[in-house]
């Protein structure tokens, strides 16, 4: 088979498995880290039943993702910067990214804006698998073969690097480079979080009703407080 068609088949594979996962998490809300467990056992059991032992693929392969291309960096390397980003690019300047962070903080905030959550999670879910493809090409690159037993214990050191990272295991916080000096998951940032979830669900309920005074979550907290500070005044003036 060519390297080519091989490599696309690896990504499309990923990204059904993940489609998978995210139809699964979203029909029936189960918890979705129980879910990916449960497709990685059975990815890994059909890899084992269909191949038993290691099987070499061509030397030009392995040659060519080894080779030097750019300052002396090979093309995994490569591969990486131009992953990581384009993740960052992804949540920071477009709108799915924003989508993805409002589905996080919070989900039923998200649906008043006018967002669909499970379309986004469906689409988080099989771009998560896709990536899970690719990287698989490109391990099978660097072994210059095929082995059912290579990724055992890789999805323990892919959970240790994004805690240790910063990001929220809870979702609505986070980012693919910067280490955030205060954790995601610290309670006053959960605490934020949920203030402007219910702002936002405030604002959205007011846009629908068609008030046109609709603001950014953290500016309604902020008039709200405003107001609870100015009423006293205006009592003692009527007074």
């Known amino acids: 088979m060519p390297i080519a068609a091989a490599a696309f088949g690896a990504l499309m594979t990923g990204a059904a ?3 998978v ?14 879910v990916t467990l449960a497709m990685l056992e059975m990815a890994r059991g059909g890899a084992h039943s269909s191949r038993t032992r290691r099987r070499s693929i061509s030397a030009r392969a392995s040659t ?5 291309l750019v300052a002396g960096l090979t093309a995994p390397v490569l591969l990486a910067v131009a992953v990581v980003g384009g993740g960052e690019f992804v949540l920071r300047r477009m709108v799915f990214g924003r989508q993805l962070l409002a589905v996080g903080t919070n989900e039923e905030s998200a649906h008043l804006a006018g967002i669909s959550p499970g ?18 090409v490109v391990q099978a690159g660097r072994l210059a073969a095929v082995d059912p037993n290579a990724g055992t214990g890789l999805e323990l050191e892919a959970i240790a690097a994004v805690v240790i990272g910063g990001a ?3 979702g609505g916080r986070g980012s693919v480079v910067t280490l955030r000096a205060r954790r995601a998951d610290h309670p ?12 936002g669900a405030d604002a959205a309920a007011r846009h629908r009703r068609g008030d046109r005074g609709l ?25």
């Open 17 to 19: 498995c993940g489609l």
């Open 21 to 34: 996962n995210g139809s699964v998490t979203v029909r029936w809300r189960p918890a979705s880290f129980l």
């Open 64 to 68: 060519s993702s080894a080779r030097d």
């Open 119 to 136: 379309r986004v999670r469906l689409a988080a879910f099989t771009i998560a698998g896709a990536l899970a493809g690719l990287a698989a």
């Open 168 to 170: 929220s295991l809870t």
């Open 188 to 199: 006053g940032a959960r605490r934020r979080a949920r203030a402007d979830g219910r702002a």
């Open 215 to 239: 603001r950014h979550p953290r500016s309604l907290s902020r008039t709200r407080k405003d107001r609870s500070m100015t009423q006293p005044a205006i009592v003692v003036v009527a007074a």
